[in-house]
């Protein structure tokens, strides 16, 4: 079984930075590839950022790539986004998806994943 729940949305002003959190409540995350999703008003859902499975590798969308951060805490059985130096752009929903098995190189395809979050609004104010 596995639930999550995202928290750590918020206001923040431009240059500001955020930590959002991913908790599981059913099995270990270790055995997950975990992601990160958003959602702006308006657009499509974007990947974000993943990490595989045991913490194998991790990957970003270019548009955050340096910026933000994907973590992973097995032992309280969290996923993070570090995000860092945000810009209004990054004004999102952003949502935590899991799955057992990810095809190769489809990490970034929502399709992929087939449990998700409800969300977390993070607004950046310029």
């Known amino acids: 079984q596995v639930q999550l729940a995202e928290s750590g949305g918020g206001l923040v002003q431009a240059g500001g930075s955020l930590r959002l959190s991913c908790v599981n409540s059913?099995?270990?995350?270790?055995?997950?590839?975990v992601a990160w999703f958003r959602q702006a008003p308006g657009k499509e859902r974007e990947f974000v950022a993943a990490?595989?499975?045991?913490?194998?590798?991790?990957y970003y969308a270019d548009s955050v790539k340096g910026r933000f951060t994907i973590s992973r805490d097995n032992a309280k059985n969290t996923v993070y986004l570090q995000m860092n130096s945000l810009n209004s752009e990054d004004t999102a929903v952003y949502y935590c998806?899991?799955?057992?098995?990810?095809?190769?190189?489809?990490?970034?395809?929502?399709?992929?994943?087939?449990?998700w979050g409800q969300g977390t609004q993070v607004t950046v104010s310029s």
């Open positions: 059913g099995r270990s995350f270790s055995i997950l590839n």
């Open positions: 998806a899991a799955s057992f098995s990810v095809a190769a190189r489809q990490t970034p395809l929502e399709g992929q994943y087939n449990y």
């Open positions: 990490n595989t499975r045991f913490g194998g590798s991790t």
